[in-house]
């Protein structure tokens, strides 16, 4: 029994089971408890005792702590269910993660017990806060930091974004440094976050709005202001918190005033837009309407007041501006010359003036009250009673005091129904009418001297565009025989000097009718008579042909043309395209004249003042303007330098000229410059955007979307806009201002394949897909980067554009393969056609363009076109040049010297064609046409007025009675060409001949 209750003691006591114990160990012990039992029993039963009471205590002590352990639990789970506050613990990698329901349930989400809990709030995140989240992660990873809280958004189960405050702490590390376990918690903030936001917006409305806004407690100690208050009163927050409002107090208004506030305000009651002076911290007074509010707890007890305070003084201030201008304008009315009477609703006179008081004869405080029929005509009631709406004018015979009659031009105004005079006999009264009398004796003088004066202005325009007409075809008559016959001589051979001189004469020439058109243009403007086309017009194909016409004298100075239109830009516009192609001319041709070197630049961009309006600019790299002449750049006859040794030509109606054609065209014109700088014409038009059915389909561009392009050009202006052109176009660039800097990039590029030194991606590393290279450049020109380029082993096959101006050398010139040319200035079309030509080739096509074909010139255009031709003209010079012109472009015409030969050779046998002088004797052209157009047994020919005339109208005039087209004189081979070619295609649709 002892050796048991030992054994016992010792299971107790040890760590070990018995079991385990060694045997030796446990036999001795067996024996000494077998000697110690014999020997004491009574301590063998105190020892059982002892032991006995320990069990028991230790039982009891047990199952205390598993009763307040599980009630510590139970608290513990309510606590959790109650809580609105998702609760986690991250084992990493040490254990399972445990994630509370409410983790879930916050977001609508039931709850996930077990693995992949984590990974499934994570894949909630929003993806604008990864970032941040990524940050924080790595600050507790790193040891950075043992704590991790971030607002973070999670997507809710029903699609909404909530936002979470995820608060946790790191409790243990390894050994390493590394987190091991992660408690924390999350709490959902958006409906905090919205009542923030809420509040946030409630206090930046109050603090942004225009009324002064005063927050005091209930003994009307201030407690906020907003800063409208600090504006309006100079008191800033900081001096008007803890101050009683009286600081603002000026002794304006009385002490009864401020009790009877008081009273009211205390008694629960709003006070409400009452006027108050009070005084600025400055010293200095305004006026404000005050409305105060009191403000009360659950109780009804008074706890604030609230007072909002509108600035009046600028509303004072005008009132009292007001009245100041009633009484001027009464002083006004009291001074006119003219008669005035302010009539009331029942047409009774409310107001007379001396001067109309005076025209009739009367004393003009006798007429006030009197009705308005009291000084009129027996037969002028109905007119004068007569109410409307608009105001109206009319004529009225009145009755003078003395007895006879006064006519009178009346203005009669209707009275708006809020209007009031401040003159006695008008308080309160509406409607009625305001009368403006005119004595007609004076007037009706003056406007016999102005008709007088305006029928001989109208002689003096007519007789003066009677003479323009003569001398235009006076002068242009000698004119088509000076330039046609010089056209023929220079197609002729000729020796060196004989071509010098021709070309001396058509020189001369071209500038004399060049001078002849501005004045006459001039005087069109000047007489009101030029008239504006509005036809749809391609706007690119119009800044193109007007750079065509300057190229030639542009590459003469080495100036380089360039051209940019903004996307936005229509393509096709409503307007005057002639008189917009002869604005652009005149303004280029003064910058490639007043440019030695540099370039000339035309830009085109949406104005944004109105719908519709485009602002084109001119500038130049010119000698520029003195600041003091450009404001009489646009008188007529004007110029910059207008002494007898000027280096310039011109007569200094063109910009004049286009000044005005701007301006009927809707916009303005106006000159910017410095001198030495250059200068920079802009001006406006107005064309609104039209429907662009005319116009070839657009090109499908996506192909060079995304192709890399490679540009060289040394002239900044052109590599902008060739960079502008490669984004409309969607491709990526690089530009570069040097054949050598370019080159370099390149071998750079390829050597780091792809890498630079630093580990960075190399700027365009990836091959270029195409290069842009301006053939003649400093140093290494463009055929010489080209050839290096198809050296390197990226670009063996590399396709090269080459960049040249006219006069060039051609493509089937250039010693590379791969390469073609394109001719400046660079159009937008035309490069974004190569390019798609190069790049992305039709099926079939080569993937460079073919050189160009060569034109067949020995064919002439009678071979390809043939017609027969009559030509109606008396003058034996013009016959001459037309005969000849003809002729040389394969025709054989045959001729009439009248009208009336004309229509003889007409009934004789029928023509394709008719070019119809406009001017000759016995019948003229026009008279001859109308003529033919009536004359049913005639087969119609297509007749081509070809007058001297220039003046506006005449080229109407022509098609108005019948004839097809209108060749203005002089005549030129190449228009003469053109029109026949049109003659021949139109002929083949004859009902495209004749419209109405």
Not at 115 to 122: H, I
Not at 316 to 333: G, I, N, S, T, W
Not at 614 to 619: D, G, I, M, N, Y
């Amino acid at each position: 029994m002892s050796g048991w209750l030992l054994a016992w003691h010792l299971r107790l006591h040890t760590t070990q089971p018995i079991a385990h114990t060694p045997l030796a160990l446990l036999f001795g012990a067996h024996l000494l408890v077998w000697a110690l039992g014999l020997a004491l029993p009574a301590m063998g039963f105190l020892l059982w005792r002892q032991h006995t009471r320990r069990l028991t205590q230790s039982v009891a002590d047990s199952l205390r702590a598993e009763q307040s352990l599980r009630a510590s639990e139970e608290r513990l789970r309510l606590t959790l269910e109650a809580t609105q506050d998702g609760l986690y613990e991250l084992n990493f990698g040490h254990g399972p993660d445990l994630l509370s329901d409410r983790m879930f349930t916050m977001l609508g989400y039931p709850p996930r017990h077990g693995e992949g809990g984590y990974e499934f709030l994570r894949g909630l995140l929003h993806p604008a806060d990864e970032a941040a989240f990524q940050q924080a992660v790595d600050a507790l990873w790193t040891g950075r930091s043992d704590t991790i809280q971030l607002e973070a958004r999670l997507r809710a189960a029903d699609g909404v974004w909530h936002t979470i405050m995820n608060r946790g702490r790191c409790v243990a590390r390894s050994a390493d440094g590394a987190p091991l376990r992660l408690l924390g918690t999350h709490t959902d903030i958006s409906e905090l976050k919205r009542v923030s936001r809420q509040l946030e917006l409630h206090s930046a409305a109050l603090a942004a709005t225009a009324n002064a806004i005063v927050i005091t407690d209930a003994a009307g100690t201030i407690q906020w202001v907003n800063p409208a208050f600090t504006r309006l009163t100079g008191y800033s927050a900081t001096e008007a918190i803890g101050q009683n409002p009286r600081i603002l107090k000026s002794g304006v208004n009385s002490e009864r005033f401020y009790q009877k506030l008081w009273e009211t305000i205390q008694g629960g009651r709003v006070w409400h837009n009452e006027e108050v002076v009070n005084r600025r911290k400055d010293g200095s007074l305004y006026s404000e309407q005050m409305t105060i509010t009191p403000v009360k707890d659950e109780t009804g007890a008074i706890t604030n007041f609230i007072a909002v305070k509108l600035d009046i003084s600028e509303r004072k201030q005008a009132e009292e501006e007001l009245h100041a201008q009633r009484d001027f304008a009464r002083q006004v009315m009291d001074s006119m010359g003219e008669g005035l009477a302010v009539l009331d609703k029942t047409d009774a006179f409310e107001y007379v003036n001396p001067a109309l008081a005076h025209l009739l004869g009367y004393d003009h405080a006798a007429l006030v009250g009197q009705p308005y029929a009291v000084i009129l005509a027996a037969d002028e009631s109905d007119q004068a009673s007569a109410s409307s709406a608009e105001p109206r004018r009319y004529e009225i015979t009145l009755r003078h005091a003395a007895g006879q009659m006064v006519s009178m031009r009346v203005t009669d105004v209707p009275r708006p129904e809020a209007a009031r005079l401040d003159i006695p006999h008008a308080e309160g009264a509406r409607g009625g009418r305001i009368l403006v009398f005119t004595d007609l004796t004076k007037h009706k003088a003056i406007e016999a001297e102005l008709a007088s004066a305006r029928d001989r202005a109208i002689e003096a325009s007519r007789l003066k565009s009677e003479f323009l007409a003569n001398m235009s075809h006076e002068i242009r008559t000698p004119l088509n025989g000076i330039i046609g016959m010089t056209g023929l001589i220079l197609g002729t051979q000729l020796g060196a000097d004989q071509r010098e001189f021709a070309e001396t004469i058509r020189t001369s020439s071209d500038s004399l009718l060049s001078i002849i058109n501005e004045i006459l243009d001039f005087s069109k403007i000047e007489a009101g008579r030029l008239e504006l086309e509005e036809r749809p017009f391609g706007l690119r194909a119009c800044i193109e042909e007007a750079l065509d016409l300057l190229t030639p004298k542009a590459l003469d100075g080495g100036l380089e043309l360039i051209y940019y239109i903004d996307p936005r830009v229509p393509e096709v516009v409503l307007g005057d395209e002639t008189r917009l192609r002869q604005i652009l001319v005149n303004l280029l041709g003064n910058a490639v004249k007043f440019t030695p070197s540099g370039d000339v630049y035309v830009s085109v961009r949406p104005d944004e003042q109105a719908e519709g309006l485009l602002e084109f600019a001119v500038r130049d790299t010119g000698i520029g303007i003195p600041a003091d002449r450009l404001l009489s750049l646009f008188r007529p006859f004007m110029q910059v330098d207008a002494s007898t040794t000027r280096r310039f030509g011109g007569t200094g109606l063109g910009l004049t000229i286009s000044k005005r054609l701007a301006e009927m065209m809707g916009g303005r014109m106006w000159a910017e410059s410095q001198l030495g700088m250059g200068s920079t014409f802009r001006f406006t038009l107005v064309l609104p955007a039209a429907l662009p059915s005319t116009l070839q389909p657009a090109r499908d561009l996506a192909p060079l979307a995304g192709k890399r392009l490679l540009i060289v050009d040394d002239d900044a202006t052109s590599r902008a806009i060739l960079e502008r052109y490669a984004t409309d176009l969607g491709m990526v660039y690089a530009g570069f201002a040097g054949s050598e800097q370019a080159l370099a990039h390149l071998v750079a590029a390829g050597a780091a394949e792809g890498v630079d030194a630093k580990g960075a991606a190399a700027p365009f590393a990836a091959p270029f897909d195409i290069a842009l290279l301006d053939m003649y450049m400093p140093g290494m020109d463009g055929i010489a980067l080209a050839t290096a380029l198809h050296q390197l082993p990226l670009y063996r096959r590399l396709p090269v554009v080459l960049l040249a101006a006219v006069g060039k050398p051609s493509r089937h010139n250039l010693p590379l393969m791969h390469a073609t040319q394109l001719t400046k200035p660079v159009k937008a079309d035309q490069l974004a056609g190569l390019l798609l030509e190069i790049l992305h080739p039709a099926p079939g096509a080569a993937g460079i363009p073919a050189a160009d074909a060569v034109s067949a010139g020995s064919e002439r255009l009678g071979d390809r076109y043939p017609l027969r031709i009559l030509l109606a003209e008396d003058n034996l010079v013009n016959q001459k040049v037309a005969l000849r012109m003809l002729e040389r472009l394969g025709y054989a015409p045959n001729l009439a010297s009248n009208g009336n030969q004309a229509l003889d050779a007409l009934a004789r046998q029928p023509y394709d064609v008719v070019l119809m002088d406009v001017q000759m004797p016995e019948l003229d052209g026009i008279e001859a046409t109308r003529r033919i157009r009536q004359d049913s047994r005639l087969e119609q020919p297509y007749i081509i007025a070809m007058t001297a005339h220039a003046m506006e109208g005449d080229r109407e005039h022509c098609l108005r009675n019948g004839m097809n087209d209108y060749i203005s004189k002089p005549v030129r081979l190449e228009s003469l060409s053109f029109v026949l070619q049109r003659v021949y295609e139109e002929r083949q649709n004859p009902a495209a001949l004749f419209k109405d």
